[in-house]
């Protein structure tokens, strides 16, 4: 039986997922890689089954109330009356599932998963309940309804479940199998809707039959599945709803109600200049402008709280929107054959409700086949884009030869055409929740899912909403030109279906000339299919390129470095517990997260003062919601007693230490002469008694011990020498422990720029304005996490074990200028590494920088980047610039792979351009080289980026 305890096992996010080519990864994002096959979850086997049964048949039952009315209206019309209403009977549902889709995924975000979606399916199934008992249309239609909003959120439920219980590797075979559930049951939908017509059951038991599905597993929702709460525990219910965007949800409401009313009924039961349609249609699209600028603009809400995740909607990185429309695609080519087939052979054939039903089996077989085989093949090779071509293309040839068909088509014909569409959409019909659940950071598979969940819905709902529009519409028009006398409202009750004996009745001659008219409208509404699937297509070539490919023309005795193979991604043992000593600072809360994301479930932070303002809280709860559990426990490391308390209580609790970081400190900064023995104490005592304290009484069988240290420990720091002096001491600790078989690392670490105390007391320029020397001696948080990361993986880069010290940002270059108050760069044996205050290796990357944003044109700022390029090259191979050949590849000139390293970071750091190991270590030239980091370089405007995309991919 699953764990009750208000867990998330949600793991971190890994570009598993490639688009068309084979994935690459440069140094640094291996080691900041995930075990991809490594399964969250802590339930297997028949446990395992029984809850992927229960979810799915959730989905199920979701997809199957989509379409299940289809083929069951003129039995409901027969018992219930209120013709006016039909269209409502499956309007009402997918209405309010798009409606308030979005508002369950902000649900599942604040509230606790599994209770969240119990409640879901309780709603559904009450709302079945209704339906199945309804005495008149009024009541149907509120089943309806009920039953869209509960049906949708047992389907973010299931989103959200399966994020957070598996692997990213095996997440698009679930996802698929997902999307075989939801495409099988929007498909046979009309099948079993048929099936209970025509049998004794009744129409009534379309829907009773949710009821007993339901019933059968609550058992498995109730006991089996884990309780995963987003938010931390004992969070107040109003705090909750205050990160709701409540004004979001009714304009969307509101939008969504007004616009499906006003397509709906316009043509079919008003003229389409009636001035209810009219408002109808304009107030739906006001208020769609409306939703968009508020969440646009965070009107009545927050960037964090509002309903649409906007931020995932970029022109800069388009993948995501492109996702978005395609999803929106498939919705389309699931859901028009779907309606449409049935249609056509009650028509065309005479056909009943099940038999009709039945001749979609060829479009369901095909559907199935290829989202479970794609699904399995993506999950396998990684590549997501070529389905996205293929489902396009055979949906747009299947969608373009169902358009040609005529009243006398086989029915082999119709199969084969239907076959393809299915062939198409299941390829890429739940692709896009896996795709775009690999591409954003782990924080963000939330607002993804309901980015992917919100366009497959609207897909749905405005295909059934225009393609019934249009074919009513084209239908009563062609109708009425073989039938001039006949009333509308006669027309409109027999291709509705309710009044099919008016077709039959007519004579041979008239009978075919109107189901010519009927069927030229089936055709019609594939319109719509074929320009999804043409969009479809459309978007896929337009996705952000790779970069530009690189043909590779080597003479017959070129040299090729040999890269060494990337060192093992890290892996945290879930089941382990890892100690942060002094971890609550936004060194530390950083160090968590990276932990959190590499695998580690369970932290717990040694502090004396606890999580004692707003900002830790909400850092705290962050870790949380990504399935962390954490624990603050007030224990003061200089406290032998405190620290013997916290080894009993950990051996109570049965933590399974298995990693320990000491990031205690504290300044007490003041000339040695004027010094006082206290603010001696109170700085050496957190580095000398509290990483004893820890050494002495915390579990010894550690896979690391990682001490904090500094720099200043190695350089030393005016007015530090207390802290120096607890630095050393540390250093010294780290030998003894590896002397005595144990695990111990000291980082001497120099200044993090970006996520160190001078983010909260004071600016980095106020330290370095007072420390010059500390200027070459300064590390980016990213540096320290992938320091951090290989000490944790007990693994360099090139595979060497990691020693028991570690000097963390100290460059190659020195500053001797005359004005730090530190006298060691002065001394002459430090000439080699020397940089005078006259050209100064800053003040060169400053004008570098400069200049590269000035740069109007792509030729202008490879110029300067080349330039940059031969800089840095020659001083690591001291030699002169004008030796450093642009045509020439950087590995020519003796790069290996750990100064490329060093030229990639220097790049990133400095250019601002993401690019990797292998772009530097490539034979591509320097300056071509040069091209590429352009295209990649925050620092140039937007046209000379594209500029010189488009130069370097040619």
């Given at each position: 039986?699953?764990?009750h ?5 949600q ?5 598993i997922?490639n ?25 297997h ?14 989905t199920?039952?979701?997809a ?6 289809a ?12 013709i ?10 997918v209405m ?8 369950w995924l902000?649900i599942?975000n ?5 209770w969240m979606?119990i409640?879901s ?5 009450a709302g079945s ?15 309806r ?19 957070r ?11 698929s ?9 929007t498909?046979?939908g009309?099948?079993?809707?048929g ?7 009744g129409?009534?038991w ?15 929702y ?5 309780s995963l ?10 705090e909750?709803l ?5 004004v979001?949800?009714?304009i ?8 499906v ?21 304009v107030?739906g699209?006001?208020?769609?402008i409306i ?6 603009l965070?009107?009545?809400t927050t ?8 931020e ?24 028009v054959?779907?309606y ?22 060829p ?5 199935v ?5 794609g ?10 884009i070529?389905w996205y ?5 055979f949906c ?8 040609t068909?005529?009243s006398?088509?086989?029915a082999?014909a119709?199969y ?6 299915g ?7 739940q ?7 690999a591409?954003?950071?782990?924080e ?5 899912v309901?980015?992917?969940t ?12 225009i ?9 009563a ?5 073989v039938?001039?006398h006949?009333a509308?409202?006669?027309i ?7 009044g ?8 041979p001659?008239?009978?075919?000339r109107?189901?010519a008219?009927?069927v ?10 074929i ?6 297509l459309?978007?896929?070539f337009?996705?952000?390129?790779n ?13 090729v470095?040999?890269?060494p193979?990337p060192?093992a991604?890290?892996?945290l ?7 942060l000593a002094?971890?609550l600072g936004?060194l ?7 932990m959190?994301?590499?695998g ?5 932070f040694l502090s004396?003062?606890?999580?004692s303002?707003?900002?830790l ?10 399935g962390?559990?954490v ?10 007693e405190?620290?013997i308390?916290?080894a009993?209580q ?6 399974n230490?298995?990693?320990?970081i ?6 007490r900064?003041?000339?040695?002469e ?10 050496v005592?957190?580095?000398?008694k509290?990483?004893w ?5 915390l ?5 690391f ?7 200043s ?10 802290y ?6 540390e250093?010294?600790?780290a ?15 120099g200044?993090v ?8 007391d004071?600016?980095?320029e ?7 020397h ?5 590390v980016?948080?990213?540096?320290l996490?992938?320091t951090?990361?290989a ?7 090139e595979g060497e074990?990691?020693?028991?010290q ?5 460059s190659?270059?020195v500053?001797?200028?005359?004005e730090?108050?530190n ?10 590494r020397?940089s ?6 800053a003040a ?6 400069q200049?590269?944003?000035?740069a109007e044109?792509a030729?202008q700022a490879q ?7 031969q800089?840095?090259?020659a001083n690591a ?26 030229v990639?970071?220097w ?6 351009a993401?690019i ?8 591509i ?17 937007v ?7 488009a130069e370097?991919?040619?």
């Open positions: 039986m699953a764990d305890a208000e867990t998330e096992m793991p971190s996010n890994s570009d997922l688009d068309g080519d084979k994935q690459e990864r440069s140094c640094s994002e291996s080691d900041q890689g995930n075990d991809t096959s490594k399964s969250p979850r802590n339930i086997g028949f446990l395992w089954v029984s809850v992927v049964l229960a979810i799915y048949s959730s199920f039952l979701f199957l109330d989509n379409t299940i009315v083929n069951i209206q003129p039995a409901i019309i027969k018992s219930l009356n209120g006016d209403k039909l269209a409502w009977s499956g309007v009402a549902f309010a599932s798009s409606a308030t889709v979005l508002t902000q599942f604040q509230f606790n998963i599994k979606y409640f399916i309780s709603v559904f199934m309940a209704i339906c199945g008992a309804a005495n008149s249309m009024n009541m149907l239609i509120g089943g309804v009920i039953c869209g909003v509960g049906g949708v959120g047992q389907y973010v439920g299931v989103m959200n479940f399966l994020p219980m598996t692997s990213m590797q095996e997440r698009p075979l679930y996802v199998a997902m999307g075989l559930t939801w495409g099988a049951g498909v046979l009309p099948i079993i809707g099936a209970f017509t025509d049998s004794s059951a129409w009534r379309s829907f009773y039959i949710n009821l007993c599905v339901g019933g059968l597993f609550f058992p498995v109730v006991f089996l599945l884990p709460s987003p938010q931390p525990v004992g969070t107040a219910v109003m909750r205050k990160r709701m965007d409540l979001g949800t009714l969307l409401m509101g939008a969504f109600a007004a616009g009313i006003g397509v709906n009924f316009a043509g079919a039961m008003y003229p389409w200049d009636a001035p209810g349609i009219i408002v109808a249609l107030l699209g006001v208020l769609f939703f968009g600028i508020q969440q646009t965070c009107i009545f960037e964090e709280s509002r309903l649409f995740p906007v995932l909607v970029s022109w800069r990185q388009p993948l995501l929107t492109l996702l978005f429309i395609c999803g929106c695609c498939t919705g389309v080519c699931v859901t054959p779907t449409i087939i049935p249609l056509y052979f009650q028509f065309t054939a005479s056909d009943q409700s099940l038999q009709s039903g039945v001749r979609l089996l479009f369901v077989c095909l559907l086949f290829s989202c479970v085989g699904g399995f093949l993506t999950s396998r090779l990684g590549y997501y070529p071509i293929l489902g396009g293309a747009l040839i299947g969608s373009a030869l169902m358009y068909i005529h006398n088509s086989s082999g119709i084969g055409y239907s076959a393809l569409i062939l198409g959409a299941g390829m890429y019909l692709l896009g929740h896996s795709v775009a659940q591409k954003v950071k782990p963000k598979v939330p607002a993804a309901a980015f992917t919100t366009a497959q819905l609207n897909g749905l709902t405005f295909a059934l909403v393609a019934q529009c249009v074919f009513v519409n084209e239908a028009k062609r109708i009425s030109w039938l001039p006949e509308r409202s006669t409109i009750d027999a291709i509705s279906g309710t099919s004996t008016f077709v039959q009745d007519l004579d001659a008239t009978k075919s109107v189901l008219a009927i030229t409208a089936i055709d019609r509404t594939y319109i719509l299919c320009v999804a699937a043409a969009i479809t459309l978007s896929t337009a996705r952000p390129p970069g530009p490919g690189v043909e590779i023309q080597l003479p017959q005795n070129a040299t470095p040999l890269l193979s060192p991604p890290l892996h043992k879930a089941e382990g517990t890892y100690v002094g971890g936004a530390g809360l950083t160090i968590a997260d990276n959190c994301a590499h580690a479930r369970h932290l717990v004396g003062s606890g999580a303002n707003l900002r809280q909400e850092a705290l709860r962050s870790l949380r919601q990504r962390c559990a624990d603050v426990v007030r224990c003061d490391v200089t406290d032998a405190q620290v308390a916290l009993a950990i051996e109570e609790k049965a933590w230490v298995k990693g320990i000491q990031l205690a400190m504290v300044l900064d003041s000339i040695f004027n010094m006082t023995f206290d603010k001696w104490l109170t700085a005592n957190p580095k000398s509290g990483t304290n820890l050494h002495s009484y579990p010894q069988s550690v896979d011990f990682i001490i904090l240290s500094s720099l420990g190695i350089i030393g720091n005016t007015a530090q020498a207390n120096c002096a607890g630095n050393t001491y250093d010294a600790l030998l003894h422990r590896r002397k005595h078989g144990l695990a111990a690392t000291t980082l001497n670490v200044l720029t970006d996520a160190s105390h001078f983010d909260e004071s600016t980095i106020d330290y370095l304005r007072k420390y010059r500390w200027i070459p001696a300064q980016t948080d990213r540096e996490q992938n951090l990361i000490v944790m993986r007990g693994q360099l880069a074990p990691v020693p028991d570690l000097l963390v940002g100290l190659d270059q500053r001797r200028d005359g730090s108050l006298l060691w760069p002065l001394d002459r044996k430090f000439d080699h020397i005078l205050a006259g050209g100064t290796t060169r990357e400053d004008s570098h920088s200049r590269l944003q000035a044109t030729s110029a300067l980047v080349e330039g940059a390029l800089v840095n090259v191979m001291t030699a002169s610039p004008d030796d450093i050949d642009v045509e020439k590849p950087l590995y020519s000139f003796g790069i290996d792979s750990l100064k490329a390293i060093e990639r970071n790049i990133f750091k400095e250019l601002k993401d990797s190991v292998f772009d530097v270590l490539s034979p030239s320097l300056s071509r080289l040069a091209m590429k980091i352009v295209s990649k370089s925050s620092l140039v405007s046209e000379v980026a594209t500029e010189a995309a370097a991919s040619s």
